[in-house]
Each structure stands twice: as structure tokens, then as C-alpha cells.
């Protein structure tokens, strides 16, 4: 079978296979090609899956959290992150093209993006199937096209563009404007998609009408059409049935994937099978709670990369006393199940093995408590601290976000996650509306937008004190509200690029990236491997300052 590669992405080199003729000859009468195959209904359909499974490589894996979480005002490098990979979070003199983590992510949108165009260019084609089915199968690539392209403009600006299929050996690639992949590439896709889905698909996580209103909302929110952005975010909060979960902590709840919040999630499923690598998410956000002596690694607790660590910024933007998204988001008391002593104490299994909280303990109350007391003194957390603050251990000692913990893993050890991975979701709706209506001085109306997302955060009986009022309404308190709502979900670096902040907040609540960054990371190093490839390196050369 034809293996159809984007020469951006790699060369495939064909080993060659003989047999021994007097043991066995064979005469085959067909051999299935990707002309023959896609041009069935089943094949195309394999092959829109296929565009599909390259979500997987991007969505709840490690490469998408460091190019979209650290290196922003929220997350800097736990103990996991200085150890692999802590250039990208500290934009250091070696965030270069060689990076993994950055090639990674460049090849497989480049690989996704030509098997879009194979199915968008190869579907009309297609005998057996009606005019709409074969117009959802290409909105359904074209959403996928455009959402893979969305991500490499932002992380990387001017890339190559194509929206034809590339089958053999290309050498030569472009540059392209950035203005120019949006007007022709991802504006089109999504405005395609959005005439041709359905508002509900037939198979649960199939993108829909819904979803491509959603993704050009977002995008028309970094494109600064705030009209156009209110327009379609009010559109998918007002025309179809999500409702907003309650309470916050239900959306997180692995056994409730499926939920009237979730516009549009990457599926991933139990069967090791078909799974993959499987959904990583729950690695990356946890410490390494096991030090403590009472507690052995299990499942409920997870495993701990400890690649991302809250910064000082994200900590103090939450009142756990009204808004229950602090207790919703983060991880801060281990229970144990083994037996030990601390401080002196007898620690049984079931009793309280660790208690984090966001404020400062005397040491005499924490050196006397039956257990890891650790707590907050707005001390840079990836500085030099005592054991038992935040950060403390070298960066080993912080809250967890929970939002992907997978007790549902076949062993403490497995990697494999089952967990969906939401991508678009009610809530952010009412933000980006928010945002664009107070873009066009609408302020009344961006404050009720906003207080429907803090009605729900709120604590129980705490409702009124949540809300705020037109004249609270500006960019640092937008951005902290995105801050508490969407904590690690692959979105921040974008939010802070998109505003033009991103320099700025760094500087201020990032302390191990603000001594280096500078203009030149608004965008990352194009992959060496590319550079490599091309025949017209004057063409296409390094983005500057790396």
C-alpha cells in the first residue's frame, strides 16, 4: 500500500524483499493502492480516520503542555521539567531547531495536514456515496486542516502551506505569510465545516457544526475580528444544548467524558490495542508524592513525571474560600497506605500522609502536624526553599492539577491513558465572548458573559461574591480569569502571545525565563530537519534570532 508522506515530514526508504523462487513464488492480481482504496467509501472513510489519529500525537502528550504551558506566567519547570527539556520553559541559548519536542510537533501536523488533503482532494471522487456524505467527509478533514495549521502559525509564524496532496519526494518548501494561511487556509476550513456538518455527528467525537464555530471563534478572537469572534461564540452558547457543568470539579470526573460541556474532545479509548501511546496528560502535572514515607505509588495518585510546576502568579489568583475551581483544579491532600512516621508521629494507612495549603504555616505548627504539611510563602517556587514549601525538594513539592489523573490505568507504571482530551469546551465560550464584547467597549455585557463562568466556580452559598461588575473588566483581569478557568489545557501561550503580553508577564512571574526571553520567542526555531531537507534554503531559512 502506498504510504503517502509529506517530504516535510520524513523519507521513507523501502527495503527490498526477495524469496527463495523454488520454495515459494507468488503472481498477486492486485495490490491495494491509495488510488484504488480511497476511492471506495470504506477507504475513504479509513482515510479520514487517519486524519483523525494524528490528533493523538499532539493532544495529551508531552509536546503540546511544553510548547503551550511553560514558558507563560502559570507554569515553570517542576523537578521533571529542568531534568527534560527545560529550554522551552526558559528560553535559553539552547532553544534551537535540534529540540525534540518542537520537531515532534512539526512533523506530525505536517503529517496530518497531507492526509487531510488527501481525503479533501480525493472524496468528490468517490463512487457509492451521496453529494452530503462526501461534503461532511471533506469539512470533517478541512476542521482538522485548519485546527493543525491554527497551531503552526502561532508556534512558528510564516510555515509552508499547501492544500494539495503531496505524493513522492518534494525538496523544496515555502514560506508563507502568515495572513495569507488564515485568508486562504483556516478562515475557508472553518467556514466550509460550519455549512457542512451536522450539529450533532453520527459517532461521538466527530467535529460538528457546533465545534467549527467554536475553533473559529477562538481564532477570530487572536485575529482581533472581535465582532465576528462575539458573534460565533454566542452563536454555540445560544443555538445548541451545552450547559456548563456543576460542580466545577464534575468536568473532570474520567468516568463522565461524555458531558454537556464538551463542544468537541480527541477520543481515546481502554483498549491498549487501539490506544497508542494513549493519553499522557496525567504524567506531566503531578510531584513526586511518593518521597513522603507513608505513601507507596498507586493508581488514584498517579505517576509522577513532575514535568510542570505552578508558578507564585498562579497560586495567589485563586480564593479557595469562594471559588471552588481551586479545590476543582489542584491536588493538595494525600491520604496514606503504607505505614510510617512523621515528625514523630505514627502515620496507619488512611490517615492524612500530605496537606498542601496557599499560605503561610509557623514552623512550629507544620515540624508538630502527623504529616507533610506544606505551605506558602509567596517564595520564588523554583528558587532555594525549605522541604516543606512550595517548590521545596528541588521543585518537588507542589499542588497536582487533577483536571488528568487516570486511575483507570492497567498498572501504577502504565503511560497509556484512557482519559478523552477536551479541546473546546461551553466555558471558554463565555470567555472569548467576554473578551470581545469588552474589545468593542462593551463592558456591561463582558461582565455578564464572564459572571456566568464564575456563577459556576462559585462555592456554594458564595454566588454573589463571585461577581464582578462592568468596571472590573479589563486585560489583566480577562487574562486572569482565563488563567483559573483553563488551567493546563494547552492554551495559555497562545492567550498571552495573542494579547501581546506574553514578554511582559514572563518577565514578572516567571523568574527562571525572564532573565532570557526576548522578541525572537514570540515565535519557536523552525526543526533543523526541515532546514535540512530543502533544496531552496534561501527561500526557507530560520526563523530570526536562532
Known amino acids: 500500500m502506498n504510504k503517502i508522506k509529506y517530504i516535510l515530514i520524513s523519507i521513507i526508504f523501502l527495503g527490498s524483499f526477495s524469496a527463495c523462487n523454488d520454495i515459494l513464488e507468488e503472481n498477486p492480481v492486485g495490490l491495494a493502492t491509495a488510488e484504488s482504496y480511497y476511492a471506495t467509501p470504506k477507504g475513504i472513510e479509513d482515510g479520514l480516520k487517519a486524519v483523525y489519529t494524528t490528533l493523538r500525537k499532539f493532544y495529551g502528550q508531552e509536546e503540546s503542555f511544553f ?46 495536514i497531507n492526509q487531510a488533503n488527501a481525503v479533501i482532494s480525493r472524496a468528490p471522487k468517490v463512487q457509492g456515496l451521496s453529494e452530503t456524505e462526501k461534503q461532511r467527509i471533506i469539512a470533517e478533514a478541512r476542521f482538522i486542516r485548519a485546527l493543525y495549521y491554527f ?71 487572536t485575529l482581533g475580528n472581535w465582532a465576528e469572534a462575539e458573534k460565533l461564540a454566542s452563536s454555540v452558547i445560544k443555538s445548541y444544548d451545552f450547559q456548563l457543568l456543576k460542580p466545577f470539579s ?40 511518593a518521597q513522603n514515607p507513608t505513601i507507596i505509588r498507586d493508581l488514584a495518585n498517579g505517576r509522577p513525571y513532575q514535568r510542570f510546576m505552578p508558578t507564585n502568579y498562579l497560586i495567589k489568583l485563586f480564593d479557595p474560600a469562594k471559588d471552588s475551581r481551586w479545590d476543582g483544579t489542584f491536588k493538595t491532600v494525600w491520604i496514606a497506605n503504607n505505614k510510617g512516621t512523621i515528625n514523630g508521629k505514627t502515620v496507619s494507612p488512611g490517615d492524612t500522609a500530605i496537606k498542601i495549603v496557599p499560605y503561610p504555616v509557623a514552623d512550629a505548627v507544620q515540624n508538630a502536624a502527623p504529616y507533610w504539611l506544606i505551605d506558602f510563602n509567596d ?113 495559555r501561550w497562545y492567550d498571552l502571545k495573542r494579547t501581546g503580553t506574553l514578554l511582559e508577564r514572563v518577565k514578572k512571574y516567571n523568574l527562571d525565563a525572564a532573565p532570557n526571553i526576548k522578541e525572537m520567542h514570540l515565535v519557536r526555531p523552525i526543526p533543523q530537519t526541515q532546514l535540512d531537507r530543502v533544496t531552496n534554503p534561501g527561500e526557507f531559512a530560520q526563523n530570526p534570532g536562532y
Open 151 to 221: 497551531h503552526l502559525v502561532q508556534q512558528f509564524g510564516d510555515v509552508h502551506f499547501s492544500l494539495e496532496e503531496t505524493i513522492g519526494v518534494q525538496t523544496t518548501a515555502n514560506r508563507t505569510p502568515v495572513k495569507t494561511i488564515y485568508d486562504q487556509g483556516i478562515i475557508p476550513d472553518l467556514q466550509f465545516a460550519i455549512a457542512n456538518l451536522p450539529a450533532k455527528a453520527a459517532k461521538y467525537g466527530r467535529v460538528t457544526k457546533p465545534a467549527s464555530e467554536a475553533l473559529l471563534a477562538r481564532v477570530q478572537l
Open 250 to 289: 464534575r468536568l473532570w470526573d474520567i468516568t463522565n467524558d461524555v458531558n454537556s460541556e464538551v463542544i468537541w474532545s480527541v477520543q481515546f479509548t481502554a483498549d491498549p490495542l487501539t490506544n497508542g501511546d494513549g493519553n499522557q496528560s496525567h504524567l506531566f502535572f503531578i510531584f513526586d508524592y
Open 67 to 112: 510548547l503551550t504551558v511553560t514558558g507563560t506566567d502559570v507554569f515553570t519547570n517542576g523537578f521533571g521539567g529542568v531534568t527534560n527539556s527545560p529550554d522551552i520553559n526558559n528560553y535559553s541559548v539552547n532553544l534551537l531547531g535540534t529540540n525534540a519536542m518542537i520537531t515532534a510537533v512539526w512533523n506530525n501536523f505536517y503529517i496530518g
Open 379 to 491: 517564595n520564588w517556587v523554583g528558587g532555594t526553599i525549605t522541604n516543606l514549601e512550595f517548590g521545596g525538594g528541588q521543585r518537588r513539592r507542589f499542588p497536582a492539577v487533577k483536571k488528568y489523573l487516570d486511575p483507570l490505568r492497567t498498572s501504577i507504571n502504565a503511560v497509556d491513558g484512557r482519559r478523552d482530551f477536551t479541546v473546546l469546551r461551553l466555558a471558554e465560550l463565555y470567555l472569548i465572548a467576554g473578551e470581545a464584547a469588552w474589545r468593542q467597549s462593551k463592558n456591561a455585557e463582558a461582565a455578564a458573559y464572564f459572571n456566568v463562568v464564575r456563577t459556576r466556580a462559585a462555592i456554594e452559598g458564595k454566588e454573589a461574591q463571585m461577581q464582578i461588575t462592568a468596571a472590573d473588566v479589563n486585560l489583566n483581569f480577562i487574562l486572569d480569569e482565563r488563567a483559573r478557568e483553563l488551567v493546563g489545557e494547552v492554551d
